[in-house]
């Protein structure tokens, strides 16, 4: 939705949200799984670390054939959906809650950023850290066939959390500075 149309209900513009972020999520797997698979049995398995991509490609598939590519994939099968559409759902839940005086204030020397947008960003980072990372941590045990710990599953969440707080509200930035700025020549 255009930050420029009338918010509805912040539940139903988070919802609204989620099933986009689902579709976003489950693509970019199906689509982007095998390089995945690809590149972190490169950089963590033995057997594929002095390897080229297309020999490592090959071997994957001549010895597992496509189930080796998307060896791993149920994990963020079903977590991509999820945390790439509450990321979404998070900051226009946020954004729209923040429809008030001080949420539209103007971040000072910003050419019209407001606070809701950074602090939508904000959240959205947190949420996606905290689902991302258990996610992340099963698929690139199953792809690199190691043993696992439940316990272990937040193994880098400071770490996604630091990157998530960066990305997240980088893209919303430039998505809502985007939208302010150049709305009327999609129209």
């Known amino acids: 939705m ?12 988070g919802a609204i949200s989620f099933g986009t972020g689902v579709l ?3 693509t970019n797997v199906v689509v982007g799984h095998p390089f995945d ?6 950089q963590a398995q033995k057997g594929y670390e002095n390897i080229s991509m297309i020999k490592t490609f090959t071997k994957v598939f001549q010895k597992e054939g496509i189930k080796g590519l998307y060896r791993g994939c149920v ?10 559409s509450i990321q979404f759902s998070a900051f226009e839940a946020t954004y ?3 429809d008030n005086s ?5 971040v000072p020397l910003t050419h019209g950023i407001e606070f809701r947008v950074i602090l ?16 992340e941590y099963a698929k690139i045990k199953r792809q690199t066939e190691s043993n696992w710990k439940l316990r272990d599953s937040f193994t880098g969440l400071r770490i996604t959390w630091l990157r998530c707080q ?3 509200p980088s893209f919303f930035i430039f998505l809502d500075s985007f939208r302010r700025h150049l709305d009327g020549v999609f129209r």
């Open 37 to 42: 698979t690809i590149k972190t049995k490169m």
């Open 2 to 13: 255009s930050h420029n149309e009338k918010r509805t209900h912040w539940v139903k513009e």
């Open 166 to 168: 960066f990305l997240l």
């Open 102 to 106: 001080f949420g539209k204030q103007h």
């Open 75 to 84: 994990p963020p099968l079903m977590g991509s959906g999820i945390y790439r």
């Open 96 to 98: 729209t809650a923040l």
């Open 120 to 135: 939508g960003g904000l959240m959205a980072g947190t949420v996606r850290a905290l689902v991302e990372t258990p996610l």
């Open 24 to 26: 976003y999520g489950l």
